[in-house]
């Protein structure tokens, strides 16, 4: 599977972004979603994951209440809708594929369980 991201750009504190996430080669029902960032000097770091097969979710406690992730299997696109933006936000967003685990834990965080990574799209969060 190859993936893109766009959607980046610059916004004021307080503002909100629509990242998206194109995929294309073979999507398989198995496969996990994920967002992750990476700011300058800093280690690669989870935002959140989407069960390409029926949606489920998990997310980062960093983001929650103002990140949501969803997936359209019409488009193979998966999005990332981001908002109250903080400065601390900016950063090279990402978004990668895995194959999802079993049952409770079937999340992955670790971007080292991740096999497939698409170039990042930048966001800058300006104070």
């Known amino acids: 599977v190859q993936l893109q991201a766009s959607g980046g750009g610059t916004v004021q504190t307080g503002g909100s972004l629509r990242l998206s996430c194109a995929t294309s080669?073979?999507?398989?029902?198995?496969?996990?979603l994920g967002w992750f960032r990476q700011a300058p000097g800093k280690e690669r770091e989870f935002l959140a994951v989407?069960?390409?097969?029926?949606?489920?979710?998990y997310y980062a406690d960093l983001v929650k209440g103002r990140f949501t992730i969803s997936r359209d299997k019409a488009t193979k696109t998966v999005s990332l809708e981001m908002n109250s933006l903080k400065p601390e936000d900016t950063a090279v967003y990402h978004c990668?594929?895995?194959?999802?685990?079993?049952?409770?834990?079937?999340?992955?965080?670790?971007?080292?369980?991740?096999?497939?990574w698409g170039q990042g799209t930048q966001v800058t969060v300006s104070s």
């Open positions: 990668a594929a895995t194959f999802a685990g079993y049952g409770s834990r079937w999340y992955r965080v670790d971007p080292r369980e991740y096999d497939y």
């Open positions: 080669g073979q999507i398989w029902s198995s496969y996990a």
């Open positions: 989407i069960k390409w097969s029926d949606g489920s979710t």
